[in-house]
């Protein structure tokens, strides 16, 4: 099973976070431990340095009995001292003369501290106090079997001149208890915190990966063919970039699974009425129920319906054609106005049987333009056709083109018929879309529009119903050839 989103970034944050932890608590703890050893060895050092003075102040002749019964205030401090010093430390010292006299107080700990037994050693003892008698000052940690070991020695003097030493040496675990309960106290803290950050990211990924899980909820039921559901524009920018580039994409979704619904529908509709007259028709002439003498007039509706089924097929397979992304474009230089002449040369007939009257206006004699000039054709032929169809009797039509600027022509179709109302102008380029109600009815296919601004869109021009009351007037756009790129074609011929 895959593992989710959420779960691997709550993984790799904790992760994150727990090694960031980690690392601040581990130079924590050295740096705590560091300074509590110093901060020890100076404490160690400073008693050392009170007891160098208080053995200072005792004569010397004395100093054997310095740590007897005595009464001697000096004595006296000096014994609470080395006590003080066991006590706090649990350290014994060692005080002696230049002449190796001295004692040690509380000596007999060596036999209730294994770490301090273990690691006496009398030798080392006598060579550290000689440097120490000759006026140097020792803070040494001596590595034993059992572990650390921590030395304070100090001179103490009279007058300037050293008489004597004082040696401190505790165990490392002594020193180590000053700071291993603070260490603890932050190692727990350190798992708090942990715990408090993966709290906070759980509530911050779950809102992260939220989004996430709507959208794929949402393609599910696309998937199914529910496109009502749209996914909420929040979070993140980069979250509500996608989430809005999402619901573009639910739109147009919709609105293409709209039209292929209305697109089955209008062509089941186109599909379902001639069938239905050729089947009758045929049945009736098969069954006796038209008339021998009505056959050839009921055979004729039977052709022109055949007729009519095959051009909706034939404009469904351009349309198809024209839609295609793969089949490239390719566009020649030629005479837009010498094509419009030959569109209605081929639908003359028509025009003289409704006695239309033609009205040319081009901006100049020749006006060449760069497109696909079979595709620009069918635009015209369903353009012409369209106003020849909603023309009255006697009626004028008229096609006029135009220079816009250096880039682009315009090819303008007007007809002096009903025009379109403005109910239906929203949805003249509609596929199968027929505007019966403001023209007269036809046999049309609804598709002449449609593909004319499926072609033009290719092209990448416009094609528009013009505002007016007196009939329908279309303009479409072209690309012009300016007169540089004409010299340029004269010139290699």
Known sequence: MRSTTFSRLMLVFILVIALCVGMLLGIFYLTMRDMQIQNRMDALKMQAYDIAYLSGTIEISSFETALGLGHD????????????VYEDYSAYC???????????????????????????????????????????????????????????????NRGGIVLGAVYIQTAAQTVRASYEGLIIRVALAAFVTVLLGALLISLYTRRFTKPLKEIARTSTNMASGDFSHRVFEGSTKEIYDMAVAFNIMADKLSDTEQKRRDFIANLSHELRSPMTNIRGFIQGILDGTIKESDEKHYLTIVLNETNRLSKLITSLLNLSRIEDAEIKLEKIRFDINELIRLVVITKIKQIEDNKIEMKFDFAQEESRVYANRDQIEQVLINLVDNAIKFSPQGGVIQIKTENIDNHSISVTIKDNGVGVLKQDAPFIFNRFYKADKAHTAGNGTGLGLAISKTILSKHNQRIELLDGNDGASFRFTLERCVQTELISEDTKS
């Open 73 to 84: 205030a000096s004595r006296e401090m000096l014994r609470q001292k080395l006590r003080s």
């Open 94 to 156: 060692l005080v002696v003369d230049r002449s190796g006299q001295g004692t040690a107080y509380f000596l007999s700990m060596l036999d209730e501290d294994k770490e301090l037994r273990a690691a006496f050693d009398p030798q080392h003892i006598v060579s550290r106090l000689k440097d120490v008698l000759n006026g140097q000052e020792l803070v040494d940690q001596i590595n034993t079997v059992n572990g650390p070991m921590f030395t304070v020695a100090v001179p103490w």
